[in-house]
């Protein structure tokens, strides 16, 4: 992975968007739960980036994924590429790379899209109330 071009690199996201998703950690266990709220910055109809160049700018905590972390960030979706990638599995049927169709991640129903509310749309205070249990 790390011997990959950034374009390379970057064409291994597949837009599901799942990493978009809020995430709320049980202060108690260290639990990872997601929730179905989106970060304000994706298009829920491309579940792509708005602002995709600058998002750390407007939204310090995005991380960028690489090699190093794509191995340390267990929270990851077990579909994402990065992870399998760093698990040593390869890329799913509905993969972009492996259908040669940037829609086959939607029909696949693996993405984020008709299912994920913008953070924009709901109380912060909230944010419990939309944990999900689809994810993995």
Avoid at 129 to 135: A, E, F, K, L, N
Wanted: hydrophobic share 35%; proline share 4%; net charge negative.
């Amino acid at each position: 992975m790390e011997k990959m071009t950034r374009e390379q690199w970057e064409a291994l996201c597949d837009g599901c968007a799942r990493c978009c998703l809020f995430k709320l950690e049980d202060e108690d266990s260290g639990e990872i739960h997601f929730t179905s709220v989106v970060c304000k910055l994706l298009d829920l109809e491309t579940c792509r980036c708005t602002r995709y160049a600058n998002r750390h700018e407007l939204v310090p905590t995005c991380l960028v994924v690489t090699p190093q972390l794509s191995r340390e960030l267990k929270w990851m979706p077990s579909t994402c590429a990065y992870r399998r990638l760093a698990e040593g599995k390869g890329l799913d049927w509905w993969h972009p790379l492996v259908s040669g169709n940037p829609n086959s991640v939607h029909k696949a129903g693996v993405s984020v899209r008709e299912i994920a509310v913008s953070e924009e749309e709901i109380n912060p205070d909230d944010l419990e109330d939309y944990v999900v249990d689809w994810i993995d």
